[in-house]
């Protein structure tokens, strides 16, 4: 399944960084969300994009949205992450892949490197922006811009 412009983002449930659940429905389809899937924590590139997202994260409540960060890191790794840079959205654990998989996150570099696509569902939960791109801290100008034209 690869979702596109238009589609509603499916209902799901991923373990949330205090090792709750998180279930899509309490969110998706109330507010505008922004759902970005990266490569992997404290990496050069995620790290950056995690704090632009962090450092501008009162943009997006401004808007009304929510921020959901999603890669393969375990939950521990995802803890210390948080903890370490003070990240104030919510981060998922994706260790078997089935949220990439359900949302169709395509692969970087060939298939070598895991895929850096940020979603943007409206309060309706469906898709207003689809962006793809290795380039981290591009994703947070681009949610924002669409998140304010629909302002």
Known sequence: MKLKLGDRIPDFTATMT????FHSQNVVGKKPVVIYFYPKNNTSVCTAQACSFRD???DFKDLGAEVIGVSSDNLHSHQDFSNEYRL???LLSDEKQELKKLFGVPNALFGLLPG???YV???DGKIVMIFNSLLGTKHI???LEVL????
């Open 18 to 21: 205090n090792g709750t659940l």
């Open 56 to 58: 501008q994260y009162q």
């Open 88 to 90: 104030p959205f919510i």
């Open 116 to 118: 850096r696509v940020t």
């Open 121 to 123: 569902a409206d309060e």
């Open 141 to 143: 100008t681009k949610a």
């Open 148 to 151: 304010k034209k629909r302002k």
